[in-house]
Nanobody, 124 residues
């Protein structure tokens, strides 16, 4: 069982930066691929980024590639999402998720555990 708690949401101006954190419980954090997803009002939850078990591989949605960076600290059971050059269309609730797999995972159906989400708004 893995419990995930996101933090770092808030309000930021367009062009700014913000870092989201996701703290995980459990002693097997390093055996999970991790991902970030987001859901804007009236839209489906969409993939943002994923990282494999040891942080050696990452993959991003085209919409955030070059602006967002996912990373993890297995010693601290935490995954991060550094977001730069933010745009109003990045506004959403951001969710952290854990997949019972060592490799990258991009689909919501591949993830076993989800956090409650953190709201993040980019003002223009």
């Amino acid at each position: 069982q893995v419990q995930l708690v996101e933090s770092g949401g808030g309000l930021v101006q367009a062009g700014g930066s913000l870092r989201l954190s996701c703290a995980a419980s459990g002693r097997t954090f390093s055996s999970y691929a991790m991902g970030w997803f987001r859901q804007a009002p009236g839209k489906e939850r969409e993939f943002v980024a994923t990282i494999n078990w040891n942080g050696g591989r990452t993959y991003y949605a085209d919409s955030v590639k070059g602006r967002f960076t996912i990373s993890r600290d297995n010693a601290e059971n935490t995954v991060f999402l550094q977001m730069n050059a933010l745009k109003p269309e990045d506004t959403a609730v951001y969710y952290c998720a854990a997949a019972g797999s060592y490799g990258l995972r991009r689909s919501t159906s591949e993830y076993d555990y989800w956090g409650q989400g953190t709201q993040f708004t980019v003002s223009s």
